[in-house]
Nanobody, 115 residues
Framework: QVQLVESGGGLVQPGGSLRLSCAAS????????MGWYRQAPGKERELVARITTRGRINYADSVKGRFIISRDNTKNTVYLQMNSLKPEDTAVYYCTLGFANHDYWGQGTQVTVSS
């Protein structure tokens, strides 16, 4: 059983910053991929960023240069530093952990960018 607990969402003004955290617990491979997806109202869920255990990173084009993903393997935790936030970043952000061709999901945390 894998559990993912997200924190750090909230309301922020355009141009502001937020930092999301996601801690994984339970039984899983030490080699894995952790990441963040988001889903805005009326839209499909999309990849934001992901990072492997060894630090290989992928970003969505829409967040490159603004968001930074990182992880602490000793704490099984992944972070998403979100800078220069825009209203179009408003969404529910979901943490994921993937290994052995299976993905686990967190419950999601709301991020709202509005003045």
């Amino acid at each position: 059983q894998v559990q993912l607990v997200e924190s750090g969402g909230g309301l922020v003004q355009p141009g502001g910053s937020l930092r999301l955290s996601c801690a994984a617990s339970g039984s899983f491979f030490s080699i894995n991929v952790m990441g963040w997806y988001r889903q805005a109202p009326g839209k499909e869920r999309e990849l934001v960023a992901r990072i492997t255990t060894r630090g290989r990173i992928n970003y969505a084009d829409s967040v490159k240069g603004r968001f930074i993903i990182s992880r602490d393997n000793t704490k099984n935790t992944v972070y998403l530093q979100m800078n220069s936030l825009k209203p179009e970043d408003t969404a529910v952000y979901y943490c994921t952990l993937g290994f052995a061709n299976h993905d686990y999901w967190g419950q999601g945390t709301q991020v709202t960018v509005s003045s």
